[in-house]
């Protein structure tokens, strides 16, 4: 079975602290996502990457960084956190689209920050 | 450019009856479309997806959904709902080839109370 393992399940963190959240998948997946989910707000996209080393900008990647130097492992930074990133963080992987078909996401069971 | 609509953002049913959850999607290119279900506190689960194959899919857990090219939509049902489907529900569409995005969209979601 496909695996995504967010390292951490619950973090507290203060205002101005710089946090990292790590995930690690083990199939080999080219595409990498961070999601930040808020109730009624459904699923954004903050960045993805299809190769290592390479990112791109989601929906809201203000206050965020990534880092992609192993294709398995796509970590996600907040230089400073604020009270407005309290949230759910949800990494996914997914194999590249190939012809009329887009690869399924496989998430992480997603790592819920709370900011003080 | 590619969009999703959840049509309820709560569906309430009693135990043993239908599940009907609404999601009309928009995009430029032959679409590939998903149901994702999040149980409380975990990540997000592939139900079933569709793309561009036989237009009614088989999920899992008994859930099916109809690809409507006419109607643009994508909605998920099943026969008889049980206490274990009480979950969030999203719906999400990817643009398809030539020129699409594979970035996939989602919907706001759809909580699924089921009584019992």
């Known amino acids: 079975d496909v695996k995504v393992t967010q390292s951490s399940r619950y973090l507290v963190k203060r205002t101005g602290e710089k946090v990292f959240l790590e995930c690690v998948q083990d199939?080999?997946?080219?595409?990498m996502f961070w999601y930040r989910q808020d109730p009624g707000l459904g699923l954004r996209l903050i960045y993805f990457?299809?190769?290592?080393?390479?990112?791109e900008k989601g929906d809201i990647p203000e206050g965020y960084s990534v880092s992609r130097e192993k294709k398995e492992r796509f970590s996600l930074i907040l230089e400073s956190a604020s009270t407005n990133q309290t949230s759910m963080y949800l990494c996914?992987?997914?194999?590249?689209?190939?012809?009329?078909?887009?690869?399924?996401?496989?998430f992480g069971e997603g790592s819920r920050l709370t900011v003080l | 450019a590619q969009s999703v609509t959840q049509l309820d953002s709560h569906v309430s049913v009693s135990e043993g009856t239908p599940v009907l959850l609404r999601c009309n999607y928009s995009?430029?290119?032959?679409?590939?479309l998903f149901w994702y279900v999040q149980h409380p506190n975990k990540g997000l689960q592939l139900l079933l997806k569709?793309?561009?194959?036989?237009?009614l899919v088989k999920g899992i857990n008994g859930f099916e959904a109809e690809f409507k090219k006419s109607e643009t939509s994508f909605h998920l049902t099943k026969p008889s709902a049980h206490m274990s489907d009480a979950a969030e529900y999203f719906c999400?569409?990817?643009?398809?080839?030539?020129?699409?995005?594979?970035?996939?969209?989602f919907g706001r979601g759809t909580s699924l109370i089921v009584h019992p």
């Open positions: 996914a992987s997914s194999t590249p689209r190939k012809g009329f078909s887009t690869g399924e996401l496989f």
């Open positions: 199939m080999d997946h080219e595409n």
């Open positions: 990457s299809y190769d290592v080393k390479m990112k």
């Open positions: 995009s430029s290119y032959s679409p590939s």
């Open positions: 569709y793309t561009s194959a036989a237009t």
């Open positions: 999400v569409v990817s643009d398809g080839w030539p020129g699409g995005s594979y970035i996939p969209t």
